[in-house]
């Protein structure tokens, strides 16, 4: 008897063992092939597909994962076609772009234009969950192929006024809609019109067409008006095959044929390739050995019924009543019962399972402890790995030397940073830009600083970035914000600055926010902090031990402190300067109304880039209004043109800002305006440097202080005051339709980027 009890109790401890076994086993998931990238940021990259050698099953299926964004972004082979989803089901989700067509107020000249061509030779577009749209008033749209396919499709969009339009129709009028043919592959949208959108400007400037999923875009009156879809991506779902042949055909080559143990082949439509499924019970990765992995139905389903014991076997599971009962265990079935329906007496058998089932919650307990400290491990060996790439070694070597350094410069360790912004919460985000994202931070000796946040840059330019953090060390102007520190043991290098408290010079000027009854900044205040950030710019290009460019000039980046002195911040896109070098070739980069139109045509950037910027600055400063608005008219778009073409025309008191214009100072803005006039010359060479830019605004703003500011300054002491005034008003060779011209280069260059 005792014997029969040990036995019994030996076949429920091994029962316990393969059942606890069963259910630690993970459910089989996408995955790459062994010793290969499984993911690009947020994207899972299951084979078939790959990132190149032997991880991808053919050229078609080769993921490139671009390391330059935060977080990575895959992209279909050498393509810009952005990957958002891969799914072993045999569909493949990407990003792809609007075409549009926008015409200006005369109605006959397009200003903005850019057709989509898109070519996925290894695979096609799904024709059920896509469809292709238009928008507009004057539209007819087409979507036509190439590379092999002729066919061509479009719709039509017709409507004379906005209040014609129904939000979520795409009848016809305002927004149309058409389904894809079957096995596209590769697409041409090209947008017409038949008026030239002329008899509904304002309100319709702008056809917009695109492919996109079914249920991503609805249609609203507001896109009639929006510039948005100049920018806008729209998931599109692609379907995916093995080979071009059916599943009898690549059996016979058994080396290459796709299919795993535990799945089937399928074919696809006209039996022109194949994909595989794990059998019924599996799941898991087809494509790879031993992929498709057992599906432990006891654990994710709980099939059995009250006291059943459910035994998970492959493919399948088996509900097993306990030793003297009978019945269907099934959830579905009749149950377990004992035979003669008497009262059933507990069995010393569940007390054994359960202290066994505790146990081995003890050792789960213990694994789990055991993975926490070696993920603690891995991750300060992922930190000393950052530190090395971001160039560490080699800046502890240069601060070591110390000459010329301040002395208050700190490595920041990554622990310390993620307290100061609280793990970097969005509440701790004070601004956002094309280089990165600031977050205020507070030091554990309650300093408040502000850490910026940079976008992954290359890293074959570490010793450049190391070589500008120490000339940026060196930086020690009352006009400049201070850099406290960096900290290299993160992905990107963070960047630690003293915190302005006063905010942009932008919000002050224009009250951008909530605060809109705000009072509006004297005319001497401005001065003086354009007087501030000239002195500042002219420290960078001629006294800093390496010249700097900022390269990113404007009111944004502008800080002002509690007494608003001006604080020159951002140096995200700055450059360095060798001594022996006046100009270096870079991609352009830079905001859009401040970009200098020389260095946006011949990428050579110059000192003079920024003093065009500042240029833009003192007009802003001079007129209250902002650089670039697309409410104002045409001719008022971009406000650098407007002003230089309201000084030719002798109008110049028409477009100052009535806030700080009066008798007493008219002659001092005439003054600053024919030096900001100078500052947007076309030609670099024709503009003057930030030393004479500064020296100009420290005489201009000494004016109202002394008696003989009231008379006309001539001779050597006005040339010494002031600067070559005879030229105030001279604006070089250049015209405002040159000005046009440079704007619709800047607009090219940003869409050939896009493309």
């Not at 082949?265 to 595989?276: H, L, P």
């Not at 389903?301 to 088996?318: E, R």
């Not at 793990?423 to 850490?451: C, F, M, P, W």
């Not at 500042?536 to 700097?548: C, N, T």
Request: hydrophobic residues 35%; contains cysteine; proline residues 4%.
């Amino acid at each position: 008897m005792c014997l029969t009890r040990f036995r019994s109790f030996v076949l429920v401890l091994l029962l316990n063992v393969i059942l606890t076994a069963k259910a630690s086993t993970p459910a089989a998931t996408s995955q790459a092939k062994p010793g290969c990238q499984s993911r690009c940021g947020d994207i899972i990259i299951p084979y078939p597909f790959g990132t190149g050698g032997d991880c991808n099953i053919t050229e078609d299926f080769f993921i490139t994962c671009n390391t330059s964004f935060t977080p990575n972004k895959p992209f279909v082979s050498t393509s810009n076609i952005e990957v958002i989803d891969i799914s072993l089901d045999g569909q493949l989700r990407i990003l792809s772009n609007a075409s549009y067509d926008c015409y200006n107020t005369s109605g006959y000249r397009r200003w903005l234009y850019f057709s989509l061509w898109l070519g996925l030779p290894g695979f096609s577009i799904n024709n059920t969950k896509n469809r292709f749209t238009a928008i507009g008033c004057d539209t007819y749209a087409r979507v036509d192929g190439f590379l092999g396919q002729n066919y061509a499709t479009g719709c039509l969009s017709l409507c004379s006024n906005i209040t014609d339009v129904s939000n979520g129709s795409c009848s016809g009028i305002g927004c149309c809609q058409t389904s894809i043919p079957k096995g596209v592959r590769s697409y041409n949208i090209t947008l017409e019109s038949y008026d030239n959108h002329a008899a509904v400007l304002p309100e319709n400037p702008c056809s917009y067409a695109f492919i996109a999923e079914n249920d991503n875009y609805s249609f609203s009156s507001t896109d009639l008006l929006s510039f948005d879809f100049q920018d806008k991506q729209f998931p599109v779902t692609l379907d995916w095959k093995i080979g071009n042949t059916s599943c009898n055909e690549a059996e016979k080559d058994t080396m290459n044929f796709g299919c795993k143990e535990n799945s089937n082949c399928n074919d696809s439509e006209n039996n022109s390739g194949y994909f595989c499924k794990c059998y019924e019970g599996y799941n898991g990765n087809p494509y790879l050995s031993n992929g498709c992995k057992d599906i432990n139905e006891c654990e994710t389903m709980s099939p059995c019924n009250g006291t059943a014991s459910c035994i998970n076997l492959p493919g399948t599971y088996n509900c097993s009543c306990p030793v003297g009962y009978e019945g269907d265990g099934r959830k579905n079935g009749t149950g377990c019962s004992l035979p003669n329906k008497g009262q059933s007496k507990r069995s010393p058998l569940i007390d054994v399972a359960l202290g066994t089932s505790i146990g081995f919650l003890g050792l789960l307990l213990g694994i789990v402890l055991l993975y926490w400290m070696l993920r603690r491990k891995q991750i300060s060996k992922l930190r000393e790995e950052y530190f090395q790439q971001n160039g560490g070694i080699l800046l502890r070597e240069q601060l070591s030397r110390r000459q010329g350094y301040r002395e208050d410069v700190k490595v920041f360790a990554a622990e310390e940073l993620e307290k100061a912004t609280n793990n970097y919460h969005e509440s701790r985000i004070l601004g956002q830009g094309g280089q990165g994202t600031v977050y205020k931070g507070i030091l554990g000796d309650n300093r408040v600083v502000a850490i910026k946040k940079s976008i992954i840059g290359d890293p074959s330019q570490v010793e450049q970035f190391i070589n500008e953090i120490m000339v940026l060390y060196q930086i020690n102007h009352r006009n400049v914000v201070k850099l406290l520190g960096c900290c290299l043991e993160t992905q990107v290098p963070l960047l630690v600055y003293e915190y302005i408290t006063n905010g942009t010079l932008f919000h002050h000027l224009h009250n951008d926010g909530d605060d809109n009854d705000a009072p509006s900044l004297p005319w001497e205040a401005r001065l003086r902090i354009a007087t501030e950030t000239a002195e500042a710019l002219s420290y960078l290009h001629s006294s800093a031990s390496v010249p700097i460019i900022h390269r990113d000039i404007k009111l944004a980046n502008i800080l002002l402190d509690d007494n608003f002195i001006a604080k020159v911040s951002d140096f995200g896109a700055s450059r360095l300067i060798p001594s022996d070098e006046a100009q270096i070739t870079t991609m352009v980069q830079g905001t859009f109304g401040y970009l200098d139109p020389e260095y946006m045509i011949t990428s050579l950037l110059t000192e003079k880039s920024d003093v065009y910027s500042f240029g833009v600055v003192l007009i802003e400063l001079l007129t209250g209004q902002k650089a670039v608005c697309f409410k104002r008219s045409e001719e008022k778009r971009v406000l650098a043109m407007y002003f230089v073409s309201s000084m030719k025309e002798d109008r110049l008191l028409d477009v100052l800002d009535p806030r700080v214009l009066n008798d007493e100072n008219v002659e001092q803005l005439k003054e600053v305006a024919g030096l900001a006039r100078r500052c947007v010359r076309m030609k670099g060479e024709e503009r003057p440097t930030m030393k004479e830019v500064a020296h100009e605004l420290t005489g201009l703003q000494a004016m109202p202080k002394h008696p003989w500011s009231e008379s006309k300054l001539m001779g050597e002491e006005a040339e010494y005051l002031l600067g070559d005034l005879n030229s105030t008003y001279d604006d070089g060779a250049t015209s405002s339709t040159m000005g046009y011209d440079s704007i619709n280069n800047k607009i090219t260059f940003q869409l050939d980027r896009a493309r």
